[in-house]
């Protein structure tokens, strides 16, 4: 049987799964999602049961932040930090739609206030601080909430003298808050410089993508740098580079594994192995509270 | 079409070009135009100042990469003596989008650091167009370090359209060296102050932005993007540029009054570029009296008061 004889039995048989991309959205939305790298065609409860790794290839599709972080935390050991934090429009900005009325597409998408959140808890029974980015809420972006959070977690980090653990995935500084977002790169970074005076520690961990001003700052200061299997870590855009360049990039540039080699990280950890590997890191750094 | 001239001043460009006209018939002739001409450059001084009165965020934008504005060693140049260069991040190369060194601002050794950009072909070459690679991030923060052990205060004098998008700039970690940057600058033990004299471009201005003072000049721009970035990811085309600055508020006196900057550095009638001596000194008896006054802080107030300066920036709501 030809590869077109399968398709087009498949087809037929569910009508609704289609291998090219402008009827993706016809899956009915919750049941079956493709592998982005294997195409293999997933039951999307199994692919939620496996955190949003690929059964077939292992291959990291994006979690949202909510999600990550509760499979990371021991059961019922979670507190929010922060959560009452809102965005506000200061500079008024209006592009094509306006800031504001973005801002409450994000919120509706993602169930977030903006594009960070913070918890308190324990993970195999250490303490720790634990921020995620949503990469939904406008590309994870960057602005002045996920700047307060951040700091307000390090804060608790701080003040209970617990370990801080960060997973970006971020598009980069958020536009729409201009040079307040921008500022948001020296308000993270200043207070990492208190938490290695203290001798706490802090891992940043990340995910697909970690690009622009997140990766300049926050992202990259770990005292332990970690990466996701495969994510997209860099300061300047593919496009961005291949435009300047004017050549091709090679085959994985920018990626975890690239940044390993090049020296940029510690380890990768699979999504899997997270907590263990995390935990048995910080109970070496830190006693566990 | 006058080259020097940008497309909005183009009407002062003809009324000058008027002016040396008649200079020229003058001197020719036993005409005396004298009178004439003085009328003239009355009235290019006055079309010059109504013009520069209500520049577009746009212009300004124009105003702050005009290609004879001074850059960092044409400041060095004008305000210091007995400036020696310093090269190299010991690892990997010298970077020359970066310049620094020492140098006396009258009878005070300071460290100074500051992007530059090239004038000619040749010269825009070798400074990368202003765009430094970790490298110079990381010879940045070697002077900075060396100014923190003998106790020199930091200027810096940022101008760059960003940190440069490379192959080799992201295999040698171009987000780890501005990002550490950022963190080491806001707890080095002496005073720091940053002054945008052109392009404040995105991360690769911060890096070596972050202090105790943040300067702009009159027709500077500092922004998390450029206007035509900002343009062609939101309006999905660069026509837009001119609304994209409108609408980030790229300027120093929207800066100022939004609190992200401290002081504006007012620019000589028709940009800084049309003066390099008279904007040096204003710049310097600018920075002279503010370094008086931050080397006059105790050392511990001064670093808290910089990390309470940086930790406060941003709007937000709580409930």
Not at chain 1, 64 to 77: H, P
Not at chain 2, 8 to 26: H, S, T, Y
Not at chain 2, 155 to 184: C, H, K, M, V, W
Request: proline letters at 5%; a neutral charge; aromatic letters at 6%.
């Amino acid at each position: 049987m030809s590869s077109e004889n399968v398709s087009s039995w498949f087809r037929k048989l569910l009508p609704s799964i289609s291998t090219d991309g402008a009827s993706k959205k016809t899956v009915p939305e919750g049941l079956w999602e493709k592998c982005p790298s294997c195409s293999a065609v997933l039951y999307r409860v199994e692919l939620e049961k496996n955190l949003e790794v690929c059964p077939k290839c292992d291959h990291h599709l994006r979690i949202t932040a909510r999600k990550r972080l509760e499979a990371f935390f021991d059961d019922d050991s979670m507190k929010e930090i922060a959560e009452k934090i809102k965005p506000v429009d200061a500079l008024k900005f209006k592009d094509s739609k306006k800031y504001k009325d973005r801002l409450i597409a994000a919120q509706k998408a993602s169930g977030e206030k903006d594009a960070l959140i913070t918890f308190q808890g324990h993970v195999n029974g250490v303490n720790l601080v634990a921020a995620a980015f949503d990469f939904r809420f406008m590309g994870g972006s960057m602005g002045s909430v996920v700047g307060e959070k951040f700091i307000r977690a390090a804060k608790v980090s701080l003040e209970k003298d617990i370990p801080l653990v960060c997973f970006s995935s971020s598009g980069g500084a958020r536009m729409q808050e201009a040079l307040f977002s921008l500022m948001q790169m020296a308000k993270t970074s200043a207070i990492l410089g208190r938490l290695r005076k203290r001798g706490i520690p802090y891992i940043s961990i990340m995910t697909d993508p970690t690009m622009g001003g997140v990766s300049a700052s926050l992202a990259m200061l770990g005292d332990i740098n970690v990466a996701e299997p495969n994510a997209l870590v860099g300061f300047a855009g593919p496009r961005v580079i291949e435009q300047t360049v004017r050549e091709k990039l090679p085959e994985g540039f920018q990626r975890s594994e690239f940044l390993l080699e090049h020296g940029a990280i510690d380890m990768i950890i699979p999504r899997h192995q997270m907590r263990d590997r995390i935990s048995n890191i910080l109970s070496m750094l830190k006693k566990p509270i | 079409m006058n080259l020097n001239y940008l497309d909005f001043e183009q009407p002062i460009a003809e009324l000058e070009a008027k002016i040396e006209e008649l200079r020229f018939m003058g001197n020719d002739s036993e005409l005396n135009l004298s009178d004439e001409i003085a009328t003239l450059q009355e009235k290019s001084k006055s079309l010059t100042d109504s013009i520069f009165k209500s520049l577009k965020p746009w212009q300004i934008a124009q105003l702050a990469r005009h290609p004879l504005r001074p850059y960092t060693l044409d400041y060095i140049e004008h305000m210091f003596t007995g400036f020696e260069e310093l090269h190299g991040d010991r690892a990997y190369a010298d970077d020359h989008p970066i310049v620094g060194g020492l140098a006396r601002l009258d009878d005070i050794p300071v460290m100074i650091i500051g992007h530059q950009k090239g004038r000619d072909t040749a010269e825009k070459v070798k400074r990368n167009f202003g765009m430094p690679r970790p490298e110079g991030y990381r010879k940045a923060l070697r002077l900075m370090k060396m100014a923190e052990r003998f106790r020199l205060p930091i200027l810096t004098f940022i101008d760059t359209p960003g940190a440069y998008p490379g192959l080799g700039a992201e295999e040698r970690g171009q987000s780890e060296a501005i990002a550490r940057n950022l963190l080491e600058m806001a707890e080095l033990k002496v005073p720091i102050i940053c002054t945008v004299i052109g392009e404040g471009g995105s991360g690769g201005a911060l890096a070596i932005g972050v202090g105790d003072r943040i300067n702009m000049l009159q027709y500077s721009t500092y922004s998390v993007i450029s206007p035509e970035g900002c343009a062609s990811i939101l309006w999905k085309s660069a026509e837009k540029s001119p609304e994209a600055a409108e609408a980030m508020g790229i300027t120093s006196d929207r800066l100022k009054d939004l609190g992200l900057i401290d002081n504006i550095i007012e620019e000589p009638t028709g940009g800084a570029h049309r003066d390099h001596a008279k904007i040096a000194k204003t710049l310097k008896i600018s920075l002279k009296e503010t370094l008086e006054l931050l080397m006059e802080i105790p050392l511990d107030r001064l670093l808290e008061n910089r990390y309470e300066k940086f930790l406060e920036f941003g709007n937000f709501q709580e409930e």
